[in-house]
């Protein structure tokens, strides 16, 4: 596999915030148990993100490094595929590393670092990219985050709005087989 | 890429066909055990390696993706557990399971009313495990009476809170002071199969069962040896977590990854309570626990499988650009002759998504990110490939009364799974799923028995199969209603209804056969069923097969492949969600 650059980084969210840098951001304090948003994300960057887009293929390295010393190692990292994980479609990969560490990728692809350009906070524009399926859970993990930090929920939610209604959710098929044809039928129309 | 030493392909694949396909009708009883090829693979799969390589990148330690979606804006959802479906004894608690885990103080937080004959009952609400709200009487619940229950303000982890949940139960007039009768297995093993395996030192679990509804919160497990948790060295008989996982009537002891356990002999004490508060005799379990190396994780890397519905390569050497599984679609009556709906294509499509899905579900125990089956072949890279369709292509065509090979699949044994690119589609020696083999020796049988009555086949195909006197699906003058956007059953006519029903059994009966086997096949190519003793393999000297009533049975038939119940054995569930260690 060819050296691979990375074409840019963008900052992200907090995967693992320390209690320390929960005090220094001053975002989000624990409101206690009746809070909705209780666990606080700092509005410290810990965690980057990089896109790395050699020209072998037609694929997305999304890797998301953090600081190790940051809080517990894999702290919240399981609301994201925690090893290297392959989606269908685009071809997406997304890794996790640790600091310091290389990023690497196999292939490349369009440029996803434009959540600015859509109004959309960063990190919806960067997984709306994903396919189907696996875009919707990883737009709300990151949602989830957004809304632990939120001070208008409903606000936030609509913010995500786009990126949670672009595609209908793979389940929503109807389960009879001719309900099934009769759905793709009406689909052309 | 695994780099193989020793081995020839040739040598391989012959060593590895030897019994890796299913026989159904137990014709040619060619499953003749061979010697499983040595391990001689060698992989890199999570070792980090230098700048510049794809594999370089570390991966955290694998927690899975949790299957729903991660944003939670709903309240919980509940339902109320009494030890005896609606009816409990007086003395017993009953239970409020959550649909998932409750805030910590959920307990202090929610208000519950209950009553009988227009009183309140008193009570005490604690919390159990995240999932369940335990009530229990102060003294007892009203015998014989029945019983109103209010919740309010029930908070998941999120804080969702559920505004109000309303049930009812029955109190008996005799209280509870039996104690249940609990039969507790290591990762749902049979205890001989349990004592000769080696488990994995993260994932082991507990299953229970219980002529009775065990009581979550006072039931608990130790374990009888040092352990690691979340980092940090416990002490034996620790205080854990209680680990609990439902449902309340098949509880089961499901720590998380962070707890290690040592290697060795590791003994379990479970102390069983019923929600009456009777004591279930001290149950002892033990394991011999060996760590999991990550070379040799059947799925250290993840497996990528392209179930190729699009083959065409049935008669042997007479391709004729129809795929092979559209000719079966053809002979079990899905499709017509001519595609008078226009159709064709999307029946073929649905029909295997369904079964795909059958048998993604029937192969769920293997981590769910790290096996990938899908209809067509990724777009980058060298995915393993088993072809679907047809009737066995290593025989010339034959006319519906002639003989059939029996041959339903065949796929090669990869042990511990160590390849990720087995080509399950060649043609010498015949590699793949053959429904049309099926077809074959089902419809001569069921003409066969027709004068003494229909045979379950029959019964599912005869309105459908042209062979047995059936009209396919599209040639039907209802048929084009069925599909139309805005039928609905509602609206039906009899007939209509009828022949909807005949279409909706048969696409279920043949999405589980072929379901079933391509994951009995795929079973193969992922190291199923070792033959070996344990610990080195499951099952001592019985081929590739496991247990005949299971899916890796080497001899399945009609009946059995179209049971949705059918399933793979508890030796091979956890082989595949990596909870053994194969020595």
């Known amino acids: ?189 | 890429m695994d780099v193989e030493v020793g081995v020839t392909a040739a040598q391989r694949l012959r060593r590895a066909l030897a019994t890796g396909g299913i026989f159904a009708l137990a014709l040619l009883g060619a499953c003749a055990p061979d010697e499983p090829r040595p391990k001689t693979t060698a992989r890199s799969a999570d070792a980090p390696s230098a700048p510049g390589s794809f594999e370089g990148v570390a991966a955290l330690p694998a927690r899975a993706l949790p299957a729903a979606g991660l944003l939670d804006t709903t309240p919980p959802t509940l339902r109320l557990v009494a030890s005896h479906g609606a009816s409990t004894a007086p003395n017993a608690a009953i239970l409020l399971e959550a649909d998932e885990p409750l805030h910590e103080r959920a307990h202090e937080l929610v208000r519950v009313i209950v009553r009988s004959g227009g009183r309140a009952v008193p009570h005490d609400v604690e919390l159990a495990a995240e999932r369940w709200l335990v009530i229990t009487p102060r003294g007892s619940w009203t015998g014989g009476a029945a019983h109103e229950l209010l919740a309010e303000s029930v908070l998941d982890r999120n804080g969702n809170a559920l505004a109000r949940f309303e049930s009812r139960f029955e109190a008996g007039r005799f209280e509870d002071l039996a104690a249940p009768r609990v039969d507790a297995r290591l990762l749902d093993l049979e205890p001989e199969q349990a004592r000769e395996v080696l488990v994995a030192s993260r994932g082991l679990s507990i299953t229970l069962r219980s002529d009775e509804v065990l009581h979550p919160k006072l039931s608990t497990v130790r374990i009888l040896a040092p352990v690691s948790f979340e980092g940090r060295r416990r002490a034996a008989r620790s205080a854990l977590p209680p680990f609990w996982a439902g449902p309340a009537e098949a509880l089961r002891y499901e720590p998380s990854s962070e707890l290690e356990l040592p290697r060795g002999r590791v003994r379990f004490e479970l102390d069983l309570f019923d929600l009456a508060g009777n004591a279930v005799a001290r149950l002892e379990l033990s394991a011999r626990v060996a760590r999991l190396d990550p070379q040799m994780r059947p799925f250290a890397r993840r497996d990528v499988i392209h179930v190729d519905f699009a083959s065409d390569r049935w008669p042997l050497g007479s391709a004729d650009g129809l795929s092979d599984w559209h000719q079966d679609l053809l002979r079990f009556g899905l499709l017509a002759e001519g595609d008078p709906l226009g159709l064709s294509a999307a029946v073929a499509e649905e029909l295997a998504e369904r079964a795909l899905e059958h048998a993604r579900a029937l192969l769920g125990a293997a981590p769910r990110e790290r096996l990938e089956l899908r209809l067509e072949a990724p777009p980058v890279g060298t995915p393993a490939r088993l072809c679907v369709g047809g009737g066995d292509p290593s025989l010339p065509r034959r006319q519906l009364r002639g003989a059939s090979s029996g041959l339903l699949g065949r796929a090669p044994f990869d042990r511990r799974n160590a390849t990720h690119e087995e080509q399950s589609c060649r043609l010498a020696p015949a590699l793949g799923v053959f429904p049309g083999e099926l077809f074959h020796a089902e419809a001569r049988a069921a003409l066969e028995a027709r004068a003494r009555g229909a045979t379950a086949f029959d019964q599912i195909f005869s309105a459908l199969a042209p062979e047995l006197g059936g009209t396919p699906f599209g040639a039907h003058p209802l048929d084009a209603r069925l599909v139309d956007p805005h039928f609905t059953l509602a609206s039906a006519t009899p007939a209509e209804a009828a022949r909807a029903a005949a279409l909706e059994r048969a696409s279920v009966a043949l999405t589980n056969v072929v379901g079933a086997l391509v994951a009995h096949e795929l079973a193969h190519t992922l190291g199923l069923v070792e033959p070996e003793d344990p610990p080195r393999g499951l099952r001592g000297s019985r081929g590739y097969h496991g247990d005949e009533s299971e899916l890796m049975s080497g001899a399945l038939d009609f009946a059995r492949l179209v049971d949705p119940q059918l399933e793979l054995g508890a030796l091979e569930r956890a082989f595949l969600a990596e909870r053994l260690v194969l020595r």
Do not use: K
């Open chain 1, 1 to 189: 596999m060819r050296q691979l650059f990375i074409c840019g980084s963008l900052l992200l969210f907090v995967l693992a915030a320390s209690p320390e840098a929960r005090a220094q951001s001053g975002a989000c304090e624990h409101r206690g148990a009746t809070s909705v948003f209780e666990l606080a994300i700092t509005s410290s960057l810990l965690a980057t993100a990089a896109v790395a887009r050699p020209s072998d293929g037609p694929a997305i390295l999304i890797a998301l490094e953090w600081h190790r010393g940051a809080g517990p190692r894999g702290a919240r990292i399981d609301l994201l595929h925690d090893d290297p994980a392959l989606v269908d479609g685009e071809r997406v990969l997304v890794f996790v590393q640790r600091r310091g560490e290389q990023l690497l990728a196999p292939a490349g692809s369009r440029a996803l670092l434009r959540g600015a350009d859509l109004g959309l906070a960063p990190e919806l524009a960067l997984y709306a990219e994903l396919p189907r399926g696996e875009r919707e859970e990883l737009a709300v993990a990151l949602a989830r985050r957004s809304l632990r930090c939120a001070s208008d929920r409903a606000a936030a939610l609509a913010q995500l709005q786009p990126a949670l209604v672009a595609e209908p959710a793979r389940s929503e098929r109807a389960r009879s087989f001719l309900g099934s044809l009769r759905a793709r039928r009406a689909r052309q129309g």
